[in-house]
């Protein structure tokens, strides 16, 4: 009789790290259950039994990846010591985190589902609360700048986030196409030589 449920031995995390990469690599629309339990080593009944359905198991996907390969680049960015230093920070460690290894190139945030239409809502929509949480995450600090004196008042601080958040979207789609690490951080590198120009 076919074996049902959690198989003997089920490692959780490592499923879990195992699906991340499926998401990451292939987004959310193109990961078919038949990916994901082939890639997690456990059958379909395991998989909702544990995760509940592919929309939670995403999510949870999602978790992880900010825990891990997608750390480290936006925890500073209210601890460095000026807003200069924060952007340079994001930039630069975007470009390592990005080419890092042999795992999927680019970010999960921004790559897993860029297509809202015909796509699952709640899950382009948590997404876009992430990105737009980096976002405001940025403005928050070039407000702080501002105050600080770093920054003159006359500063567009939503705007000039805006912009370091795009760049850093198109850093994770250069990351994907296969740019190299030394060319992300030479568009970091000329993102920061315009800080004068941008922020006088």
């Known amino acids: 009789m076919p074996q049902r449920g959690r198989p003997r031995g089920f490692d959780r995390e490592e499923a879990l790290r195992r699906a991340m990469e ?9 990961a ?28 949870e996907a999602v978790a992880l990846y900010v825990q891990t390969e997608g750390s480290g680049i936006w925890e500073q960015v209210e601890t460095a ?9 994001v930039l ?4 390592e985190a990005f080419t890092r290894g042999d795992t999927p190139r680019g970010c999960m945030i ?3 589902a860029p297509q809202m239409q015909g796509a699952n809502a709640q899950v382009c929509d948590a997404l876009k609360a992430h990105r737009q949480a980096n ?9 702080r700048a501002v105050e600080e004196g770093e920054l ?16 850093q979207h198109g ?4 990351a994907r196409d296969g740019a190299s690490r030394e060319t992300l951080l030479s568009i970091a590198d000329c993102a920061m030589a315009s800080w004068s120009a941008l922020t006088s």
Not at 92 to 95: L, S, V
Not at 171 to 174: G, R, Y
Request: glycine share 4%; with cysteine; net charge positive.
């Open 22 to 30: 499926v998401f990451w690599t292939q987004g959310y629309d193109n």
């Open 32 to 59: 078919s259950l038949a990916d994901l339990t082939r890639t997690m080593g456990i059958n379909a009944p395991s998989l909702y039994a544990t995760f509940g359905s592919k929309e939670a198991l995403f999510h």
């Open 81 to 89: 010591p000026t807003a200069r230093a924060a952007i340079a920070h």
């Open 92 to 95: 630069r460690t975007t470009a």
């Open 110 to 112: 921004v790559l897993a």
């Open 135 to 143: 976002g405001c995450l940025l403005e928050r600090r070039l407000k």
């Open 152 to 167: 003159p008042a006359s500063t567009d601080c939503r705007a000039l986030a805006s912009y370091f958040v795009t760049l």
């Open 171 to 174: 850093m994770s789609i250069q």
